[in-house]
């Protein structure tokens, strides 16, 4: 039933501090201007479910297109067995605010504290208070550039397009 809700954006969650681990998530939505929260789902068998709850912070972190190979990487193997980021061609660097790194390639980072978790069915829904956010050139001047072509996943599997800088007004 829940692929009726897409086409919804993508997005990649760090987690962990020693050994950092990045999973990818459609499952994320802002909550609040002021504290400003914002929530992401996370399956009980994920690794980086574990990491969260161990460490009490994450950092969303927006890709482009052009990392949609790590983002599938990211999303179908995980870091419960395997050694997930050798395989990734994403560069960690350190984070503002938190202990859990950012992503250099992304266009945005969102440095984000665990103010709140909460068991909704097979999922644990944690909300997040953004302490700080690092971005690229896609926001500069506060307005999103829309020649940079954000992930949007039409439906569950193997199915992404982009946003078009086509604008409507209501
Ligand atoms: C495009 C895409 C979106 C996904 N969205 C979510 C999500 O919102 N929540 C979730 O728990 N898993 C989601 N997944 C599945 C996890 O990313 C996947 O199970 C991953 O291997 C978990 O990694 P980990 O065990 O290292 O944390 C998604 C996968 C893909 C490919």
């Known amino acids: 039933m829940l692929e009726l809700l897409y086409p919804l954006r993508t997005y990649l969650i760090v987690s962990g501090v020693e050994k950092p681990n990045v999973m990818t998530a ?15 789902s996370v399956g009980h068998k994920r690794y980086t479910n574990k990491l969260i709850k161990e460490f009490k912070e994450f950092v969303v972190a927006v890709p482009t ?14 870091g419960t067995n395997e050694e997930k980021l050798s395989k990734l ?3 960690l660097i350190k984070s503002r605010k938190v202990k859990v790194p950012s992503i250099k ?14 068991e909704v069915g097979d999922h644990t829904f944690f909300v997040g208070e953004i302490v700080d956010a690092s971005y690229g050139d896609a926001f500069k001047g506060g307005k999103t550039d829309l020649s940079y072509r954000f992930i949007l996943h039409t439906s569950f599997g193997k199915n992404f397009t982009t946003n078009s800088d086509e604008i409507f007004s209501p």
């Not at 802002?30 to 929530?39: Q, R, V």
């Not at 945005?108 to 909460?118: G, I, T």
């Open 26 to 40: 459609d499952w994320v939505v802002p909550l609040s201007f002021e504290p400003k929260l914002l929530g992401v």
């Open 65 to 78: 297109i052009e990392l949609l190979k790590d983002v599938w990487i990211a999303g179908t193997i995980s």
């Open 89 to 91: 061609k994403l560069t």
């Open 105 to 118: 390639e992304c266009q945005a980072n969102l440095e984000c504290k665990v103010v709140k978790e909460v």
